[in-house]
Every structure is written in C-alpha cells, then in structure tokens.
C-alpha cells in the first residue's frame, strides 16, 4: 500500500523543477540560471563565456560575478538546487515521519524519477554517457546535498534496525547511497520501456536487495571494496 502511495506521487508534479524564481532568490541570480540551462537546452553547449552570456541578458559582468564565481558554477548551482528541491518536496509531506528508512528513501527515488521526466533532455545531454567510474564535477554540489540527506535517512535506519551499526565502517554508507543513486540515474536515461516501468522495477528490487545488505555481514565486504575503488574512481573519474 505504501509502495503504491510512493508511486503516485511519483506521477504528480511538484514545484521542485519549476525555473521561477523561489523565495530568498534575486531576479539577477535566476535570470542567469534561466539562461545558462536554457542555452544547454537548445544548443547542447553552455555560453563560451561570462561576456557571451551577460550580453544576452543585457546585464553587467560585475552583476554576474555578484551571485556566481565562474560559469561553470553556476551549472553546479543548478543541479545541487534541483536535488534538494526534491528532497524538500518528499520529506516535507505529512507521511515522511511514518516511513520507515527504506520506504523514505523509496520515496525519494520515485519522487526523483518523477521530477527526472521533466529534465530527461538535459539529463541525457550531461549525463547519459558518463559510468559510475565518473565523477562529473557538475555534480560536486549535488553529492554533497544528497549525502547530507543520506545521513539522516542511515541514521533513521540503524535507529530501528533496519541498518547495522558497524561503527567507522558505516561512515562509507552515505557514498553507497550516492552511488546507488548514481545508478538509478545511469538505469533511467537507458530505460526505454512503456511509462518508464522497468525503472520503477530497477529501484523497488535494488533499494530492497541494499537495505538486505545493509542489515547482513554482506555488505562489509561491499563497503572494504567501495573504499578501495573510491580513490581511483576520483583519481580517473573528473570529466
């Protein structure tokens, strides 16, 4: 019953994705974001530089550089904003504090997946040829939103069992869940299947299949194998 309330909600659109500018956020520092993803949108290619992109919204490079440090972070903006609008809109919901671990971060990947529609364009663009070996810098500030919500969700889960405590190691459990997530993304920019279903499968059987590790010895040899490959994903990975 709850897996089917996770899955509409799925279906639903949320303001997470929307471009209008949100509370606390200036006009100047929007209409940049505005721009930049728009110029991705439609050429495949970010400005060629501050200038190009302050000429075509007739503003001042000292404005730009009041809200941004260089153009690339302001793609990096973007996408550590979009996660954390998702996660705001699924944990602000009056179910979220009934939910166990597993099904909070269930709902999370079917609300991901759901918001992931109304970018899959973009998505494709920026990500579909990058493996788990990569680690976009793009995706800095994401990661690190995304970790900080899995902490709270690990720590939800050794509160009631559903995770084992195992002391330092489970400080690895946070890039575990990053790089699921990582894989869920990777599954669905090739999911060609009707309404996406087979992604909804790929979450529901790998979230179960993670959450069994995690409560089992199994996954101390998945993590002493994570923190072997981390360095050299980071090392080779940068693209």
Same mark, same amino acid.
Request: charged content about 30%; glycine content about 6%; some cysteine.
């Given at each position: 019953?709850?897996?089917?309330?996770?899955?509409?909600?799925?279906?639903? @659109?949320?303001?997470?994705?929307?471009?209008?500018?949100?509370?606390?956020?200036?006009?100047?520092?929007?209409? =940049?974001?505005? &721009?930049? =993803?728009?110029?991705?949108?439609?050429?495949?290619?970010?400005?060629?530089?501050?200038?190009?992109? *302050?000429?075509?919204?007739?503003?001042?490079?000292?404005?730009?550089?009041?809200?941004?440090?260089?153009?690339?972070?302001?793609?990096?903006?973007?996408?550590?904003?979009?996660?954390?609008?998702?996660?705001?809109?699924?944990?602000?919901?009056?179910?979220?504090?009934?939910?166990? &671990?597993?099904?909070?971060?269930? &709902?999370?990947?079917?609300?991901?997946?759901?918001?992931?529609?109304?970018?899959?364009?973009?998505?494709?663009?920026?990500?579909? @040829?990058?493996?788990?070996? *990569?680690?976009? /810098?793009?995706?800095?500030?994401?990661?690190?939103?995304?970790? /900080?919500?899995?902490?709270?969700?690990?720590?939800?889960?050794?509160?009631?069992?559903?995770?084992?405590?195992?002391?330092?190691?489970?400080?690895?459990?946070?890039?575990?869940?990053?790089?699921?997530?990582?894989?869920?993304?990777?599954?669905?920019?090739?999911?060609?299947?009707?309404?996406?279903?087979?992604?909804?499968?790929?979450?529901?059987?790998?979230?179960?299949? &993670?959450?069994? +590790?995690?409560?089992?010895?199994?996954? /101390?040899?998945?993590?002493?194998?994570?923190?072997?490959? +981390?360095?050299?994903?980071?090392?080779?990975?940068?693209?």
């Amino acid at each position: 019953m709850i897996l089917d309330r996770m899955k509409t909600s799925k279906k639903a @659109k949320t303001a997470t994705t929307k471009s209008k500018a949100s509370s606390g956020v200036s006009k100047v520092r929007q209409s =940049i974001l505005d &721009a930049y =993803i728009a110029q991705l949108q439609k050429t495949g290619k970010a400005h060629v530089s501050v200038h190009s992109l *302050c000429l075509d919204l007739k503003i001042r490079e000292k404005e730009f550089y009041g809200e941004f440090p260089s153009l690339s972070a302001v793609e990096k903006h973007f996408w550590k904003e979009w996660i954390e609008r998702i996660i705001d809109a699924v944990s602000s919901g009056k179910e979220w504090g009934a939910f166990s &671990a597993k099904e909070q971060y269930l &709902a999370f990947l079917f609300a991901f997946a759901g918001e992931a529609l109304e970018h899959r364009s973009l998505l494709e663009q920026r990500f579909a @040829k990058l493996t788990l070996l *990569c680690s976009p /810098d793009t995706l800095d500030g994401l990661k690190s939103s995304f970790k /900080d919500f899995a902490v709270g969700i690990i720590a939800r889960g050794m509160e009631s069992g559903e995770i084992a405590h195992r002391g330092p190691l489970g400080n690895v459990y946070p890039e575990v869940l990053y790089i699921h997530w990582r894989s869920v993304l990777e599954y669905f920019l090739k999911d060609e299947s009707t309404r996406f279903e087979r992604t909804d499968a790929f979450i529901e059987k790998t979230v179960e299949l &993670a959450f069994d +590790l995690l409560r089992t010895q199994a996954v /101390d040899s998945a993590a002493d194998l994570i923190r072997f490959l +981390l360095p050299q994903i980071t090392r080779f990975g940068k693209h």
